[in-house]
Structure formats: C-alpha cells, structure tokens
C-alpha cells in the first residue's frame, strides 16, 4: 500500500509540473526577448558612442546578429564594412 501512496503523489507531482511547465517556458522566453532589446540598444550606444555623425543608420540585424549599416538615400542593408552603398554607390559619409 505505501508503493501505491508513494506513486500516486509521484503522479500528481508530475501533473502539476506539467501545466505549470508553460508559464515558465513564456516567462523565460519575454525575459530574453526584452534583454536582446536591450542588449541592442547598448551595442548601437557604444559603438556610435553615443553620437550619431554619419547619416548611416547602424543596427545589429534581427535575424543573423550582424552589424548592418543602412543607406540614407536609398535604404538598402550593407554590411559596416562597405565604403558605398551596394545599390545606388554613394558614400553615407
């Protein structure tokens, strides 16, 4: 009898585990996605220092991670490194 005592809480332990898994899982996951935002404010603040002199705008890409450096003129995605834009050719300085 004591087996059967001992299983039967093991099986409730279980099930309350098991629908309180989810709100865990969601509060984790909000708590990530509001420390990427985070995170990609701080990486945009030190690498411009806190001053925008260019007129490229430089964002960390949601996709890849990368640093991506956007056009003025015409808007298009081009890696930090490029001097020109990939699309129209003129510099962003």
Do not use: H, W
């Not at 279980?14 to 990427?36: D, G, H, K, Q, Y």
């Not at 640093?67 to 808007?75: A, F």
């Amino acid at each position: 009898m004591e087996g059967l005592g001992i299983l039967g809480i093991l099986i409730i332990v279980c099930a309350i585990m098991t629908l309180l898994l989810p709100f865990f899982v969601f509060r984790i996951r909000n708590e990530m996605i509001s420390m990427n935002k985070k995170m990609t404010t701080l990486i945009n603040l030190l690498q411009n220092n806190g001053f925008t002199d260019d007129t490229s705008k430089i964002e960390t890409s949601k996709y890849s991670g990368q640093m991506i450096k956007i056009c003025p003129d015409c808007g298009r995605k081009n890696r930090v490194e490029d001097i020109t834009c990939t699309n129209c050719g003129k510099s962003p300085i």
